[in-house]
Every structure is written in structure tokens, then in C-alpha cells.
């Protein structure tokens, strides 16, 4: 039998309905259009209404990615669900979303490396594809990141967004379809390439949230030195990026498209400075979506799926770092 290998069968996103200007927050803390759009490129962010989880966002952006790979929810037999902003400390959304799609067999379990969540998941879904103990997995990158921000905090509160996004990897086994301009054979099969990941726990204090169960009994706010995780993020995230291109014999010229964690347009812009990656082949939504954490990369996915950028047989290469600290990368042939 040939080596097994995770195709992305399809891609789907939800946002929640409301939307947030910088102006109208200009009106609850002292801040301004200006001053967000220049440190951050952030215009607006979605937030999600009042009765509105994390699972339910999970759950649409689930439907819209089976609707698009024309799977039935019955075909999926593991569900990883990416956040740091579950409805509840258990049952996980994952559980959650299984249920909601009436799914009793295969599991469903959550995992949570903030900001860099969904490259986390991507690599859990694609190990337990590559090691045949999955066919099907919804990969989901959820957050409702307003329910722990501290909105006094206009240092923090500016950056973030709510939202969901989904992809569907299914298994394969792994032909030579000859598509990329890439070096290794690798390089030119269809599908997840290779996943990178990392941690730094000593770095813990610069993001994280100063509550939970165990601490608290509260949820607790997000907490940041915005300063210096900016100055690892464009460090750790550009040596990931060349860690993931050196594995599979690529350059930088071989990407077709960047799709990043939207952490804040200067991260994304000094990245991809110090790769020398074109700009125009960077996906950029922290305009509209702002910082959805876990979910940022998903929905960057599907916008650029859907107004036509990313084609068959494109090289796919996102990036994400967040709170732990992690970070890491996934290369992916389209
Ligand atoms: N509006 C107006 N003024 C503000 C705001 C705001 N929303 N926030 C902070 N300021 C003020 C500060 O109070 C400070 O004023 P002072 O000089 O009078 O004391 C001044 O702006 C400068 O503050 P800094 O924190 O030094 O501003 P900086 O230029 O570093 O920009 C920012 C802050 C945008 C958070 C920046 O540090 C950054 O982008 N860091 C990266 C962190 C990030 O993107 N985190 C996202 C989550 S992590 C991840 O996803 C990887």
C-alpha cells in the first residue's frame, strides 16, 4: 500500500452578523480610527450576540466546509476543534459539535494553543490521517475572543475579533500528480506536505489570560506585552517559515500564497520582508476579520478560496504564532 496522505476535500467559515468599527469602539474607550489603522491595520472586527457560542460559530463554519467538499456530516470520523474560548471548560466544543451534527461514532476533542491553534490542529488531524487511524477530519479553528477581553484595556481590546473557520481533510494515498514547480518529489504531491510546530513555555508571561479554573473560578482577561511579542512573532514565525520550506526542498518563489495568522498588518509586512515574500501573495483579512486567534487562518483560507485567488495545485504556506508561546507552519499543495 502506498503511504497515506491528508488532501483539504474542502474549506467554510462563519462570521458572526455584527460588525465593530474602530469608531464606534472610539466611542467606548480613548482610542481612535487612526491610531488602530496605523499600529494595526485593523479597520473593523465581528463580534459575536449575546447567546452566541463558540460551538455555534464552530458548527456553521463545520456545515459550510462539508457543503463545500460534498461530504455528508455522517462521512466525518474525528472532529479537532482549535480554541482558547470554549462555551464551557468541558465538554469541549469539538463534543459539542459532534452532537450538533448528530455524530456518535469516530471522537471529537479540542486542542488549544491560542493564536497558533488551527496549525496545531492541522497537525493532530494529519498525523492520525498519515498513521491510517482517520479518513476524515473537520479541522476548526473557533474563538469568541470578546468574551475575555478586558474592554477598559485599550492597549488589548482594539485587536481582537470573533469568528470560525473549517477545513476537511480527508486521506489519500499518496500519487506523484506533477502539478508544483517545487524540487522534491514531496514538493509536488497534492495535499498537507509537512506541519512544523514549536513552544517556548518560559515565554508564558508575554500573552495569556490571568484566570481559569483551577486559578480563579473565573475566566480571566487577556493580558499582553505587546511590544515584545511583536519582536519574537516576525522572529520565530520567519524561522518556522524557512524550517517548513527547507523540509520540502522549496524557496520562497515556489509559494503561491501566504496565508498567515492575522496577528496585526506589521507582523504580517515584517515577516514577509525578512523572507523576501512578495507582499501581493500574502493573504491579508485583519482589516475586516481583525485578530481571531485560532480561527484566523481558516477564515483567511476561505476568503481567498472563494474570491478565486487560491487555485488547484497551488502552494499553500501558513504560519501562526500565539500565547504559550507557540508558533509553527503547515505547507500545504492545494
Ligand atoms: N489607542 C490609542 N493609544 C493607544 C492604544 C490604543 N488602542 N493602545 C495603546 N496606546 C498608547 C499607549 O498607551 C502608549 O501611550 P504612551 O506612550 O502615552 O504611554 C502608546 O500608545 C504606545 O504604546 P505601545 O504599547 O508601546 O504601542 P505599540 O507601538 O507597541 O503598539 C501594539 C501596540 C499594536 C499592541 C503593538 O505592540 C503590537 O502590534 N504588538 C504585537 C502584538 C499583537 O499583535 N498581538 C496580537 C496577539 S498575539 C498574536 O496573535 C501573535
Redesign the pocket.
Known sequence: MKPLISKIAGCGSYLPERVLTNDELATK????DA??VE??GIRQRHIAAEGEFTSDLAFEAARSALADAGLAAADVDMIVVATTTPDYTFPSVATQVQGRLALGHGTAFDVQA???GFIFGLAVADNFIKSGQAGAVLVIGAETMSRILDWKD???????GDGAGAVVLVAAEKEQDDLGRGGTANARVRGVLSTHLHSDGRLADL?YVDGGPSTSQATGY?R?Q??E??RR?VVNLSDVVVEAMTANGLTADDIDWVVP????K??LDGTARKLKLPSDRVVVTIDRHA?T?AA?IPLALDVAVRDGRIQDGQLILME????GMTWGAGLVRW
Do not use: E, P, Y
Open positions: 474607550v480613548d482610542t481612535s491610531w488602530i499600529r494595526t491560542a493564536c497558533s485599550r492597549a488589548t481590546c482594539v485587536l481582537f500573552l487577556l499582553m505587546g511590544r511579542v511583536f512573532a495568522h492575522q496577528a496585526n506589521r507582523i485578530n486567534s484566523s501562526a504564532m500565539g500565547g
